[in-house]
């Protein structure tokens, strides 16, 4: 006869809860951790996009009125609907620096609005100006837009965007204004 000893049933149970309870932290950890990096890669992508939307309105404020011999105002602010509408002739384009928005040529004349739109901000281009737009979001879904503001005091466009992004530790509200002189708005 052997005498060779095996584990017993509590042994086993005792090892496997140990096992269980190991392994538990482990991804309890793991878990913890990548929620802190995945909101701080949300808050770095939040403040850089921030950027973003100060550059854009910028370049689209600055073009505004260019060659702008239409009908109304080359920009419009509706405080009440939150829209504000640029029109210009894209001097970028080749062809287009000498044209005027009365020449109708089409892939010169541009209609940009920007509005408000379930807590989001909203470009919407026409590049033509014959009412066929694109319009997409101009931040990452996880920014709120709280609120956007503009004053008109031609040629000077003052603007305001106030948005809430998420952070570490909760969500943090921040305000981007800016005021940009308008040249080709007189």
């Keep these: 006869m052997s ?7 509590v042994e086993l149970l005792i090892s496997l809860f140990i096992s269980v309870l190991l392994l538990s932290s482990i991804a309890y950890i793991f878990n913890k951790f990548y929620s802190k990096l995945y ?4 808050f770095q992508r939040s403040e ?4 973003y939307i100060s550059e ?12 702008y011999d239409g009908p109304g105002e080359p920009v419009m602010w509706d405080s009440s609907a939150k829209e504000l509408s640029i029109k210009f002739v894209d001097y970028e384009k080749s062809g287009c620096e000498d044209k005027k928005w009365s020449d109708n040529e089409p892939s010169c004349n541009y209609e940009i ?10 470009r919407s281009v026409d590049k033509d100006a014959n009412g066929t737009t694109q319009s997409s979001t101009i931040l990452p879904p996880e920014i709120t837009v709280l609120d956007f503001n503009v ?11 106030k948005v809430r992004i998420p952070s570490i530790l909760g969500t ?9 002189l308008c040249h080709n708005w007189q």
């Design 3 to 9: 005498n060779k000893r095996a584990f017993s049933l």
């Design 39 to 42: 909101a701080s890669f949300l």
């Design 48 to 51: 850089s996009s921030l950027l």
């Design 56 to 67: 854009i309105l910028d370049h689209d404020i600055l073009k505004a009125g260019y060659h």
């Design 113 to 122: 609005d920007y509005y408000l739109s379930n807590n989001q901000l909203i």
């Design 151 to 161: 004053n008109l005091n031609k040629p000077i466009i003052a603007y305001n965007v």
């Design 172 to 180: 943090k509200d921040i305000e981007i204004s800016n005021v940009v």
